[in-house]
T-cell receptor, first 110, second 113 residues
Framework: GENVEQHPSTLSVQEGDSAVIKCTYSDSASNYFPWYKQELGKGPQLIID?????GEKKDQRIAVTLNKTAKHFSLHITETQPEDSAVYFCAASKEGKLIFGQGTELSVKP | ETGVTQTPRHLVMGMTNKKSLKCEQH?????MYWYKQSAKKPLELMFVYSLEERVENNSVPSRFSPECPNSSHLFLHLHTLQPEDSALYLCASSQDVIAGEQFFGPGTRLTVL
């Protein structure tokens, strides 16, 4: 079955710096790759996603890149702010079933 | 109310109790999901319902019993749980099981004593 590996597990950056979180997946048939942000006491919130027919997608300060050949995808956050501090999860999906990575705890220091 | 709501938000129960978790989605979606989130582990899919029919049961112990009376409501009935079942239980919904985009509720923090 599908397996998703996410790195790093924790990431600390200074406000204004960029943050990058990487994920690899095992099933080449996976075709949908969402990223979720989970703040303390809340459920995961979808922040950006990408489908396998696209290599890159950007939404303001966040962007996702996908390399289908290497089976990895990454989340990029630029100009980080303290409110970006949260746990971020990647996921890979085939036929709608989401397999999640282990999560990255991002801390943005003011 | 908008989005996906879950009640209660916190629950403490003994191993011999019976309790139920409730989820309601206000998005007009046709698919609903239960996930278990334990510390330091990825989200684990437990059950999937499509148009009130269970389409997936991921080898979940029978002490967890789901119920989907209509496409807007999902329940998780709990009985004779173990301490290791303590976790955050998340409900999600999507337009359909193929759609991909899933929207999560805030979760129920369950503690089993």
């Amino acid at each position: 079955g599908e397996n998703v590996e996410q790195h790093p597990s924790t990431l600390s950056v200074q406000e204004g710096d960029s943050a990058v979180i990487k994920c690899t997946y095992s099933d080449s048939a996976s075709n949908y790759f969402p990223w979720y942000k989970q703040e303390l006491g809340k459920g995961p919130q979808l922040i950006i996603d990408i489908r396998s027919n696209v290599g890159e997608k950007k939404d303001q300060r966040i962007a996702v890149t996908l390399n289908k050949t290497a089976k990895h995808f990454s989340l990029h956050i630029t100009e980080t702010q303290p409110e970006d501090s949260a746990v971020y999860f990647c996921a890979a999906s085939k036929e709608g079933k989401l397999i999640f990575g282990q999560g990255t705890e991002l801390s943005v220091k003011p | 109310e908008t989005g996906v709501t879950q009640t209660p938000r916190h629950l403490v129960m003994g191993m011999t109790n019976k309790k139920s978790l409730k989820c309601e989605q206000h998005l007009g979606h046709n698919a609903m999901y239960w996930y278990k989130q334990s510390a330091k582990k990825p989200l684990e899919l437990m059950f999937v319902y499509s148009l009130e029919e269970r389409v997936e049961n991921n080898s979940v112990p029978s002490r967890f019993s789901p119920e989907c009376p209509n496409s807007s409501h999902l329940f998780l009935h709990l009985h004779t749980l173990q301490p290791e079942d303590s976790a955050l239980y998340l409900c999600a919904s999507s337009q359909d099981v193929i759609a991909g985009e899933q929207f999560f509720g805030p979760g129920t923090r369950l503690t089993v004593l």
